[in-house]
């Protein structure tokens, strides 16, 4: 059974930073593209960041693009997303995703519970 748990969360000030960790219990965690997405209260889930499973390509949304960056640690079945500069348009439920090699936007298989981020003014 594959389990993601999403570690990180928490209230950081504007400006601030913060470093959320997704452990994936998952053997073949190296085979599998991993996201980050985020969900604010009353909206929809919308795409944070993903990065392949190779680690050779990634892809943000335009609203974090340059703030954020997502990376992995294969050897510890570890996805990670930095974030600098956070807003209070930030503040949301951070889910990790793994999925097959395709398109980084869509089709992930499995998800964490989520890590909850508020950005306080």
């Known amino acids: 059974q594959v389990q993601l748990v999403e570690s990180g969360g928490g209230l950081v000030q504007v400006g601030g930073s913060l470093r959320l960790s997704c452990a994936a219990s998952?053997?073949?965690?190296?085979?599998?593209?991993t996201a980050w997405f985020r969900q604010a209260p009353g909206k929809e889930r919308e795409f944070v960041a993903a990065?392949?499973?190779?680690?050779?390509?990634?892809a943000y949304s335009d609203s974090v693009k340059g703030r954020f960056t997502i990376s992995r640690d294969n050897a510890k079945n570890t996805a990670y997303l930095q974030m600098n500069s956070l807003k209070t348009e930030d503040t949301a439920v951070y889910y990790c995703?793994?999925?097959?090699?395709?398109?980084?936007?869509?089709?992930?298989?499995?998800w964490g519970r989520g890590t909850q981020v508020t950005v306080s003014s």
């Open positions: 995703a793994v999925g097959p090699p395709g398109d980084l936007r869509k089709n992930y298989e499995y």
């Open positions: 998952i053997r073949t965690f190296s085979w599998y593209n």
């Open positions: 990065l392949t499973w190779s680690g050779s390509s990634t």
